[in-house]
T-cell receptor, first 109, second 113 residues
Framework: GQNIDQPTEMTATEGAIVQINCTYQ??????LFWYQQHAGEAPTFLSYNVLDGLEEKGRFSSFLSRSKGYSYLLLKELQMKDSASYLC??????????WGAGTKLIIKP | IAGITQAPTSQILAAGRRMTLRCTQD?????MYWYRQDLGLGLRLIHYSNTAGTTGKGEVPDGYSVSRANTDDFPLTLASAVPSQTSVYFC????????????FGSGTRLTVV
């Protein structure tokens, strides 16, 4: 079957670094997205990985290992505004997205 | 402002009533999608359209219908609403269904009582 797993909730401190993990089982894997969703708002695009390795974009980086079915989102220099849910989604052989339930990240001062 | 407009923002609906959620995009994207988002669950695809004139069923299509008469509009209809359809509904679009980088609308919060 197709499955996406990510932690339900994480807590981190302002200014610190946090890594949000995502594991997937996807038929005909075609890439992986990370989205940010603030409470009551729509998801917004953060990153897209299709090849193995790390993609860095400012304070946010995303890593993919296709052989391990594993990705992570790394957030550096955490700010209070980073408090949100982070959604992992893989793309299957039909180019449909399979979504994880999201990781709620709580930032404490 | 380029993007996706959804209406209404929120709605309380009596069970058994018919309801159409509207979605319009001005980016000329080919593909459009309807998702529902429920607490503790990932976004679940209801219906999609890869191009104007075509539609397809997603993971949870029962009780919903869509049409795609033109590129810009993708309405979602609940023929006879039931309480289990209480959810937040998001419309999304992408310019290429083979490489989906989605833009989402702001969502419709629907409560069926």
């Amino acid at each position: 079957g197709q499955n996406i797993d990510q932690p339900t909730e994480m807590t981190a401190t302002e200014g610190a670094i946090v890594q949000i993990n995502c594991t997937y089982q996807t038929s005909g894997f075609n890439g992986l997205f990370w989205y940010q969703q603030h409470a009551g708002e729509a998801p917004t695009f953060l990153s897209y990985n299709v090849l193995d390795g790390l993609e860095e974009k400012g304070r946010f980086s995303s890593f993919l290992s296709r052989s391990k079915g594993y990705s992570y989102l790394l957030l550096k220099e955490l700010q209070m505004k980073d408090s949100a849910s982070y959604l992992c989604a893989s793309i299957d052989s039909n180019y449909q997205l399979i979504w994880g339930a999201g990781t709620k990240l709580i930032i404490k001062p | 402002i380029a993007g996706i407009t959804q209406a209404p923002t929120s709605q309380i609906l009596a069970a058994g009533r018919r309801m159409t959620l509207r979605c319009t995009q001005d980016m000329r994207h080919n593909a459009m999608y309807w998702y529902r988002q429920d607490l503790g669950l990932g976004l679940r695809l209801i219906h999609y359209s890869n191009t104007a004139g075509t539609t397809g069923k997603g993971e949870v299509p029962d009780g919903y219908s869509v049409s795609r008469a033109n590129t810009d509009d993708f309405p979602l209809t609940l023929a006879s609403a039931v309480p289990s359809q209480t959810s937040v509904y998001f419309c999304a679009s992408s310019d290429n269904p083979d490489k989906p980088g989605y833009t989402f609308g702001s969502g419709t919060r629907l409560t069926v009582v």
